[in-house]
T-cell receptor
Framework: EAQVTQNPRYLITVTGKKLTVTCSQN?????MSWYRQDPGLGLRQIYY???????DKGDVPEGYKVSRKEKRNFPLILESPSPNQTSLYFC????????????FGPGTRLTVL | SQKIEQNSEALNIQEGKTATLTCNYT??????LQWYRQDPGRGPVFLLL?????KEKRKERLKVTFDTTLKQSLFHITASQPADSATYLC?????????????FGSGTRLSIRP
């Protein structure tokens, strides 16, 4: 089954404790993105990657890092989480051949205390 | 700066009627526009894509129009059903300085009452 998986689905942590949210897709997609979703603000892109070792900042990259060492994986790293990073995070992947139809993961709800 | 507005935060209509959702944008020239459905606690699911040179697209009970002069898209669900209740997001892509960038509206929460 074609899918995007994220782990963990839920996470409560404390300020300053480094964490990683994993994302994996099994569709051999070139493009992958991370979004955060906050009430009234919609989905905002954090980082995206057009292929292995190619990443770029989205609209709200501050406080986040990403890496793309393999085509299928695109982890999101919060080196020193802060309460304003409490949000719902989505990973997505897509391929230009399918007119950029995005497939989203199930989401990770992060709470930073 | 680029901006997307979806007509209302919430829309409540009677089952069987046609639901019409609006997406307006400014300071952007997208190559295509997408509509997604999002259920509570889940990721968005792609529904339809319409390109800048297309006026209308249909898929079963769904219809999307795209007016690049008005900078507006309308999303219609005909013969609406309670199962259509969800949040609907519009997204624009393929324009601006980054051809791969997609930007999203904040969504319209649609409720269909029996």
């Amino acid at each position: 089954e074609a899918q995007v998986t994220q782990n963990p689905r839920y996470l409560i942590t404390v300020t300053g404790k480094k964490l990683t949210v994993t994302c994996s897709q099994n569709m051999n997609h070139e493009y992958m993105s991370w979004y955060r979703q906050d009430p009234g603000l919609g989905l905002r892109q954090i980082y995206y990657s057009m292929n292995v070792e190619v990443t770029d900042k989205g609209d709200v990259p501050e406080g986040y890092k990403v890496s793309r060492k393999e085509k299928r994986n695109f982890p999101l790293i919060l080196e020193s989480p802060s309460p304003n990073q409490t949000s719902l995070y989505f990973c997505a992947s897509r391929t230009p051949e399918r007119l950029n139809e995005q497939f989203f993961g199930p989401g990770t709800r992060l709470t930073v205390l | 700066s680029q901006k997307i507005e979806q007509n209302s935060e919430a829309l409540n209509i009677q089952e069987g009627k046609t639901a019409t959702l609006t997406c307006n944008y400014t300071n952007y020239s997208p190559a295509y526009l997408q509509w997604y459905r999002q259920d509570p606690g889940r990721g968005p699911v792609f529904l339809l894509l319409i390109r800048e040179n297309e006026k209308e697209k249909r898929k079963e009970r769904l219809k999307v129009t795209f007016d690049t002069t008005l900078k507006q898209s309308l999303f219609h669900i005909t013969a609406s059903q309670p199962a259509d209740s969800a949040t609907y997001l519009c997204a624009l892509g393929g324009g601006g300085s980054s051809a791969s960038k997609i930007i999203f509206g904040s969504g319209t929460r649609l409720s269909i009452r029996p």
